[in-house]
C-alpha cells in the first residue's frame, strides 16, 4: 500500500503501536491447517451482541418495524459520517442506484455510462429504468473505469457517468467529476462496498451528484438482511428521492408521481446505528489485515505469481475485499485447492457484465473489454474480515505457497524460510475526529 496521507480528516496513524501484534512463526508446510471462512459474520457479532441484542428488543417493544426515529437517525448519522448533508435510507443498495437516477429522470433512450467489472446491480439499475449502460473498461491496477476512456463513449444521449468504489477503494473522481461538468453529466458514485472510503481527503459518498450505499451482510457495514442509502449534497434532489422511494407519496395518500416502495426497515437501522460507531475500527483492522497479506504474500515469495491490491496515492482504501491477481490458468485450480483444504475464497466477478447473457441485445463480445475480462479471469479475493486472525492469514498464504510449490522448494533447497513477519512501520489507520 502507498504511505501517501489523504488531508482532511482523514488522520493515518501508525498502524501497530501498541496494538499488540506479535511475530507470526512460521509452521511447517505439512503443519495441519485450519479451515478459514472467507467471511465470519458470527464472530462479529459475538464482539457486539449485547449492543445489537439491545437495540433489537427496543424496536420489538417500541413495535414501530418500517422508517420511523431509527431511520431518521440512522440517515443523519451517516450523512455526518460520509461529509454530506443528505442521507436517505432505502430497501437495498440496488434500489439505492435505481432512485438517483429516477431523481434525475433517466429512462428510455438514455446512456449511463459505467464499469463492466462490478456487481451485476450497477448496471441492472440503468436497464430497469430503461435506459442502456454503456460500459467503459478499467484500470489494470485498481479495477476502476478508466477516467481516459470515458470521453470515447460519451453520445447525445448520456445522461450520467456511475463509478464504482471497487472491492473499497474511491474510483478516481477528479478527472470523472471534470469530464462529467464539462458535458452536463450527472455522476453517481456506487459506494456499495466503500463507506468510509477517502479520496484526497474527501468521504466516498460526497464527491459526485449523489452516492449509493449498501448495507448488506457482507459489506464493511452491513446490517442483518438488506439495506441502502442514497446520500447527495442537494437538497431538492433528496427530497425527491426520499419521495420516490415511498410511492412518490407526500403527504400521505398524495402521489406526485409513480416512485415504489423501498423503504428502509426500523430493525436494519438499529442494528446500523449500532454498527457505525464501530466501523472506523473494524476499517482499522481491515486495512492492518491486508498490510498483513502483502507482508505474508512477499515473505512467501509469492510476488512473482500473486498480485496483491495497491492503495493509490491520495486514496484511503478501506478493503471490503483483498483481492489479489494469480495467472489465469491457475486461478481455478487454486481456488479449489483452498476450498480442499477448507479455506474460503470468492471471485468478484467471473462474469464481466457485457457478456453476461441478459445483456446479449448490447452486441458485445469477448475482447471488448480486455482488461474487465482479464481481472475476471484473474482475480481471487482472499478471505478478510475485521476478526480475521494473524495465525488465520499465515493458514491462507501458507496455503497458497503449497499450491504453488513455494514452501517445499524453499525447504528443499534448505533455504532459510523468514520467522517473524512485521507489519510496515507507518502503515495507517482511520481515524476520524
Ligand atoms: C458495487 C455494488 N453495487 C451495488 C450493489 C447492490 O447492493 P445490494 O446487494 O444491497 O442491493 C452491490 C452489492 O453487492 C455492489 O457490490
Known amino acids: 500500500m502507498s504511505d501517501q496521507i ?20 512460521r509452521v511447517s508446510a505439512d503443519t495441519e491447517l485450519r479451515p478459514v471462512p472467507a467471511l465470519d459474520l458470527k464472530a462479529q457479532y459475538q464482539t457486539i451482541k449485547a449492543e445489537i441484542d439491545e437495540v433489537i428488543r427496543n424496536v420489538v417493544e417500541n413495535q414501530m418495524f418500517v422508517m420511523g426515529p431509527e431511520v431518521s437517525g440512522l440517515e443523519a448519522e451517516i450523512a455526518r459520517y460520509c461529509q454530506v448533508s443528505h442521507a436517505v435510507g432505502c430497501a437495498s443498495g440496488s ?38 449502460p454503456v460500459f467503459v473498461d478499467i484500470d489494470p491496477v ?24 471497487l472491492y473499497g477503494q474511491a ?4 478527472p470523472i467529476l471534470e469530464i462529467g461538468r464539462r458535458h452536463g453529466l450527472k455522476v453517481l458514485e456506487d459506494a456499495a462496498q466503500a463507506i468510509g472510503a477517502g479520496y484526497h481527503g474527501r468521504s466516498v459518498g460526497s464527491i459526485g ?49 409513480v416512485g415504489f416502495n423501498s423503504r428502509l426497515d426500523a430493525l436494519q437501522a438499529a442494528v446500523l446505528r449500532v454498527k457505525l460507531r464501530h466501523l472506523d475500527d473494524w476499517t482499522g483492522a481491515r486495512r492492518m489485515i491486508a498490510a498483513r497479506y502483502d507482508g505474508l504474500i512477499r515473505e512467501f515469495g509469492l510476488t512473482d505469481l500473486v498480485t496483491t491490491p495497491t492503495e493509490q496515492s491520495g486514496s484511503f482504501h478501506v478493503f471490503n ?16 485447492d483452498l476450498a480442499d483444504r477448507k479455506i474460503g475464497t470468492e471471485i468478484y466477478y467471473p462474469i464481466p457484465l457485457h457478456l453476461q447473457v441478459c ?58 524460510r523468514p520467522h517473524i513477519f512485521r507489519i510496515p512501520e507507518g502503515t495507517p489507520i482511520i481515524r476520524r475526529d
Open 6 to 25: 489523504p488531508q482532511g480528516r482523514w488522520n493515518r496513524q501508525p498502524l501497530f503501536r501498541g496494538c499488540g501484534v506479535k511475530g507470526v512463526t
Open 95 to 132: 434500489d439505492a442506484i435505481v432512485l438517483p437516477l429516477m431523481g434525475w429522470d433517466i429512462g428510455p433512450g438514455d446512456e449511463v455510462i459505467t464499469t463492466p467489472y462490478t456487481f451485476f446491480a450497477t448496471a441492472g439499475a440503468v436497464w430497469r429504468l430503461g435506459a442502456k
Open 142 to 165: 485498481t479495477f476502476n473505469i478508466r477516467p481516459d476512456a470515458i470521453e470515447a463513449a460519451i453520445t447525445s444521449r448520456t445522461k450520467a457517468i456511475i463509478p464504482v468504489h
Open 171 to 174: 474510483a478516481d473522481m477528479d
Open 209 to 257: 451528484d449523489a452516492a449509493s450505499l449498501s448495507f448488506y451482510p457482507s459489506k464493511n457495514l452491513g446490517g442483518f438482511g438488506d439495506g441502502g442509502m442514497i446520500t447527495s449534497g442537494d437538497e431538492a434532489f433528496a427530497k425527491r428521492v426520499a419521495r420516490l422511494r415511498v410511492h412518490g407519496m407526500e403527504p400521505r395518500y398524495h402521489h406526485h408521481e
Open 321 to 336: 475485499q483483498y483481492v489479489v491477481r494469480v495467472p489465469e490458468a491457475e486461478r481455478d485450480n487454486l481456488r479449489k
Open 359 to 416: 445483456f446479449a441485445s448490447l452486441g458485445h463480445q469477448v475482447g471488448d473489454f480486455p482488461e474487465s475480462e482479464r481481472a475476471a479471469n484473474q482475480t481471487l479475493a482472499l478471505p478478510i474480515y475485521p476478526e480475521l486472525s494473524e495465525d488465520s492469514q499465515v493458514t491462507v498464504v501458507e496455503a497458497m505457497a503449497a499450491y504453488f510449490g513455494r514452501a517445499a522448494r524453499e525447504q528443499s533447497r534448505g533455504i532459510p
